[in-house]
Structures are given as structure tokens and as C-alpha cells.
């Protein structure tokens, strides 16, 4: 398996050096903006949180939200990041590699999911003295929604040199692990990601 792994990710250096020099043209006003991802989804309740100039800077982009959702029914709140790109493979990425390299605290449990009906998402939970969270993540470029990574970067690759719309986007949703049941962190997360579907379908094309 290790050796598969190794194998694509040359695949992926090795078809991004031929990548970066083809010409890849696209209208930014045509762009999907995140930022219309409704504030309000059923019983649930959107408050934007403000990213540092300095974030931005790294992620190479604007076009994201990162929301605490509330339950108003239930008093549950989940934070929803959304990171999306029409031309920038490197805005999309593994969020440990946000947690870790922050120094956000140390990563358990990581593992691959289902999530709703069959479909397997990234799953880990992030410590820390003052913190426990679950967290759950996919990508999606176009009809494609995995939780690998490699996979989706070699669509991209695959449509940039089809000189066909190289666009991506990165979706996580995270709540507070409850140290007596943690598999009631994990059902939130999955009813969340069943009100939210229809939303990612329409907005995060």
C-alpha cells in the first residue's frame, strides 16, 4: 500500500512539472464565490468567523468561509471551512497539515469513514490541553467527491492538460468531541453533512 502511495505521488511531481507550463486561461467573475453559501440551512445558523490577513496570505486565496453553524432547535454547533479554487492545486490540501503545522495540538484516530449513504470521508480527531475535536473532511472538483487527496489533484492534473475548468474545493466540518460518547460527535457531523448536501451540490460546483 505504502509503495501504491508512492507511486502516485511521483505520478502527481511528475505530471505537475509538465502542468505548470501549459496555459490555462479562466474568467475570475465566473468564479463560484463561497462566500453565497447560505448563512442559513434548515435549523441550523450561520456566524462567519474572520480570518487574519496573514491566513489568506498562506492559503493563496479569499474565496473560503470558515462558519460556526448553531443548531437553533438543538443548541449544537458545528464549524464548516470551505476552500475552493479555480486555478491553485495548492490552496487545496490535507488540513493536518494546517493543524500540525500551527502547532494546533497532536492528531489520534485518524481513519477513512462513511459518512452518509455509503460515502467515505477523512476523519480524525485533533488534541489538545484545552481541546478535543472531531474532525471530517472530503474534496470535490466537479461530479467527483472523495476523501483522496491523490485522487482528486490527478483530476485536476487530467483536466489541466484537457485545457478543461481545473477547479476544486476542499470541505470540512468539525464539532467538539464529547469524551463520554464520541460517536455522538460523529452522528452530528453526519446529520449536518445530510442538511448541508444539497447546499454543497449548488454552491461548490
Not at 490555462?24 to 447560505?38: I, L, T, V
Not at 443548531?71 to 486555478?87: C, F, K, M, P, Q
Request: with cysteine; net charge positive.
Amino acid at each position: 500500500m505504502k509503495n501504491l502511495t508512492f507511486i502516485l505521488a511521483a505520478i502527481i511531481l511528475i505530471s505537475v512539472a509538465v502542468v505548470v507550463n501549459i496555459p490555462h486561461k479562466f474568467d475570475p467573475s465566473q468564479e463560484a464565490q463561497m462566500s453565497n453559501f447560505p448563512m442559513k440551512i434548515g435549523d441550523w445558523k450561520g456566524e462567519e468567523i474572520t480570518l487574519r490577513e496573514s491566513d489568506y496570505a498562506i492559503l493563496e486565496t479569499r474565496n473560503l468561509i470558515m462558519r460556526d453553524y448553531k443548531n437553533t432547535t438543538r443548541g449544537e454547533t458545528v464549524n464548516l471551512y470551505i476552500i475552493y479554487s479555480s486555478d491553485n492545486r495548492r490552496a487545496l490540501h490535507p488540513p493536518e497539515i494546517c493543524y500540525t503545522g500551527g502547532g494546533a495540538g497532536t492528531i489520534l484516530e485518524k481513519n477513512v469513514v462513511s459518512l452518509n449513504s455509503g460515502f467515505k470521508v477523512n476523519k480524525f480527531i485533533i488534541e489538545n490541553k484545552n481541546f478535543s475535536q472531531m474532525v471530517v473532511y472530503w474534496f470535490k472538483s466537479g461530479e467527483l467527491s472523495t476523501y483522496s487527496y491523490i485522487l482528486q489533484q490527478l483530476k485536476t492534473i487530467r483536466d489541466r492538460l484537457m485545457r478543461k475548468k481545473a477547479s476544486g474545493a476542499m470541505i470540512r466540518i468539525s464539532a467538539a468531541v464529547d469524551p463520554k460518547n464520541p460517536e455522538k460527535s460523529l452522528n452530528l457531523l453526519r446529520s449536518f453533512a445530510q442538511d448541508i448536501a444539497p447546499e454543497i451540490e449548488k454552491y461548490v460546483p
